[in-house]
């Protein structure tokens, strides 16, 4: 089974958004900001690790 890409967003961003919500009802206002700092970095490190992946495909002298 194979899941579109929007649909692959929409639950991360729901999983996200979810995880965001628990932590903050749960043990409050701190605790959802370090999770969305937490949710963010992770985000970031792995746009830059997908980017550098695709520069260097592009890169690629193999591909004549």
Do not use: Y
């Amino acid at each position: 089974m194979v899941i579109q890409r929007s649909t692959l967003e929409f639950l991360i961003a729901a999983l996200a958004l979810g995880t965001v919500m628990a932590a903050t009802l749960w043990l409050g206002q701190g605790a959802g900001v370090l999770v969305l700092l937490i949710w963010g970095i992770g985000l970031a490190i792995r746009l830059k690790r997908k980017s550098k992946r695709a520069a260097s495909r592009d890169n690629d002298p193999d591909d004549n």
